[in-house]
């Protein structure tokens, strides 16, 4: 069974009928009263909280679906799989408008970021695979975070900047555009992360690993090392651009007897 407790009109659980052996391993909220979920079979499913059964089912993967996302509207769902592709769904009109081509490993992290220009998605190997929006079949830029250790969660932080949740039990930061990797927000002692999110006020993000903790990091460190960042890449693209004018000659400045004995000189040149 999924269970969905709808707020703030009713506070009684909602029971939808799951009917499948495997049991649910995403679940994303779309827009209102849509929801979606993935198996560990790769099935896809949309759900409308004021209707029993799912309203679309499409076993469109061979193998679990790892992460849903959606831009800002909820009209497109992007769904990431184990079988290393990303689909793209008209949650609307409940239909596929495209399928990635296979990654190299598997796709297990998705979101929408650069004002729904761009979507990154975090792999097995420690890479984010970036996807340029309407252009699905292949990736158009790859960014290596941390060699052979998994992206496991992705937390957008802000259209510029992602905190990634790693196998390794490490909370990474980086910005995307330019890409730029920010010290570490914390970790979990080597235990892989299940879970990211940001306080009601930004002023924390609270992760979830294996270590059966919820811990909470104070954002004040990370924007003080984006701002950091940021001013770095600005002053290099400055001193690039200093680097690339000519350099003007200083012209010398003459002293009256000067100009009067070089006026003279060109006086009689122009005898001659």
């Known amino acids: 069974m999924l269970y969905c407790l709808i707020l703030p009109h ?16 995403s679940c994303y909220p779309v827009r209102e009263h849509i929801i979606a979920t993935g198996d560990d079979e790769g099935v896809i499913k949309l759900w409308d909280t004021r209707k029993p059964e799912a309203i679309l089912t499409e076993p469109e993967h061979g193998n679990f679906i790892s992460a849903l996302a959606t831009e800002d509207t909820g009209s497109t769902l992007l769904v990431t799989s184990g079988d290393g592709m990303l689909s793209v769904w008209n949650s609307q009109q409940r239909k596929l408008i495209a399928r990635s081509d296979e990654c190299d490993t598997e796709l297990l992290t998705c979101s929408v970021v650069r004002n729904n220009s761009k979507v990154v998605c975090g792999d097995g190997d420690g890479v984010l695979n970036i996807f340029s929006w309407g252009d699905w079949g292949d990736i158009s830029d790859r960014l290596p975070i941390q060699d ?66 919820v811990r909470a990091w104070i954002t004040r460190r990370l924007n003080d090392n984006i701002e950091k960042a940021l001013n770095s890449e600005d002053d290099s693209d400055s001193g690039d651009e200093d680097e690339e004018k000519p350099k003007r000659k200083k012209q010398k400045q003459l002293s009256a007897k000067e100009i009067k004995s070089q006026e003279a000189k060109d006086f009689f040149s122009d005898l001659a």
């Open 148 to 213: 052979e250790v998994s992206i496991d969660k992705v937390l957008k932080y802000s259209d510029e900047v992602l905190v990634l949740g790693c196998m390794d039990g490490i909370i990474r930061a980086t910005t995307v555009f330019p890409h730029v990797s920010l010290p570490h927000v914390g970790d979990h002692d080597e235990n892989p992360i299940e879970g990211l999110c940001l306080s009601h006020d930004n002023s924390q993000i609270l992760s979830i690993g294996h270590d059966y903790a």
């Open 10 to 25: 009713t506070h009684t659980p909602m029971y939808m009928p799951w009917l499948r052996s495997t049991v649910p391993s």
